[in-house]
């Protein structure tokens, strides 16, 4: 009789295998994510923001990434400008009800984002309406535009500046691979706005934390 002990520490290394193997992939060509880290140094530079938003689990790596921008990642630093347009449900809801779900997060753009900006939509098909029609609009308005997804792209890789797609069709493992992602370009942007080798680095500190160096 099988142990199902065994049964289940199995399933595991298979699963933790299969996530290793998906990042090794995307580590074999990783020219979208650096391009992307490199386009949202420039725009944090000339004072953009940034803007994400996506459904489900997809929302919450939003609003996960926007936190790690708005709060500190490894850095002790002035805040950075960043948005989930995940959050707001009175927002979601009114916009649902008067116009259409696809539509919640292309009238928050309207009403926030400005020629400069940074939007990221996430969907690991590439195909989620609201995502699409949020990445059409941020285009009309000026933002660069980015688009998470995996491997296929659906409709999103042909709309948008910058198209990172994660090697594999298993949506837990792209979800796994996109706060990987997320996590990274929020190191590699702290490091290069407020590193302690960048000229005023130092200033860029809160108060309380300048007096405790």
Not at 71 to 84: C, K, L, M, T, V
Not at 124 to 137: E, M, P
Not at 162 to 184: F, L, N
């Amino acid at each position: 009789m099988t142990d199902p002990r065994t049964d289940l520490e199995a399933r595991f290394r298979e699963q933790v295998g299969a996530s290793i193997a998906t990042k090794q992939a995307l580590l074999d060509d990783p020219a979208q994510c650096v391009a992307v880290a490199e386009m949202l140094i420039e725009s944090y530079r000339r004072g953009g923001q940034l803007f994400l938003f996506g459904n489900g689990g997809s929302a919450a790596d939003a609003q996960h990434i926007a936190a790690e921008f708005l709060g500190r990642f490894y850095i002790e630093r002035r805040s950075a400008p960043a948005h989930a347009l995940t959050v707001n449900t009175s927002a979601l809801t009114a916009i649902s009800n008067d116009y259409s779900f696809d539509y919640v997060y292309a009238r928050q753009l309207e009403g926030l984002a400005r020629p400069g900006d940074v939007a990221v939509g996430i969907s690991t098909s590439g195909n989620a309406g609201n995502v699409v029609q949020g990445l059409l609009t941020a285009d009309k308005i000026g933002l660069t535009t980015v688009g998470m997804t995996g491997a296929g792209g659906g409709r999103l890789r042909h709309l948008v500046d910058y198209w990172v797609a994660v090697p594999s069709d298993d949506v837990a493992r792209v979800q796994e691979s996109h706060i990987m992602i997320g996590h990274i370009w929020s190191e590699l942007v702290e490091a290069a706005l407020f590193g302690s080798d960048q000229p005023g680095a130092e200033e860029n500190l809160p108060g309380e934390a300048v007096a405790n160096l």
